[in-house]
């Protein structure tokens, strides 16, 4: 079972702003980037239809605090680990690091919510259907802190 995946991604002129370096919000998409990318690695997607039902994961939290600048042709290295999984709740600890440096530039975290819709296209929040979460196993404790 999966606990944790790593993925670098180059940032783009676009994500930066007036000085240079990655406008705040752009560490929020890099998060999403992250996630996406480690359920691809799994197998499925974001957007999934699992055998027992399709499913959706909106966003019920998301912080970030930011460490030090990333700019424009950095290679950063975003980490993300499975910091809890519930029944249907699932948080992830994001760490963000410039390729071939050790100190960390930001770390975040992302809480989501297993949903599908009802009849009428309401959202319902339900169990991790069993074929998404036998994949994927909460980090160490260690890994973690």
Known sequence: MA?????????EFSETDMAGIVHYSNFFRYMEYAEHAFYRSLGFSVMTN????????????????????????DEVEIHLLV?????????YQFRFR???AP????????TVVCVTRDV???MKSV????SIDSLI?????EMLA
């Open 3 to 11: 606990h944790e995946f790593k993925i670098v991604r180059r940032v």
């Open 137 to 141: 196993a909460v980090a160490p404790a």
């Open 98 to 100: 410039k390729v071939g």
């Open 50 to 73: 699992a055998p027992e039902m399709p499913v959706g994961w909106p966003r019920v939290h998301a912080e970030c605090d930011y460490l030090k600048p990333l700019r424009f042709e």
């Open 120 to 122: 009428h296209g309401q």
């Open 103 to 110: 100190e960390e530039i930001a770390r975040g975290k992302l």
């Open 83 to 91: 910091g809890e999984k519930r029944s249907k709740v699932m948080s």
């Open 127 to 130: 169990p991790i259907p069993r």
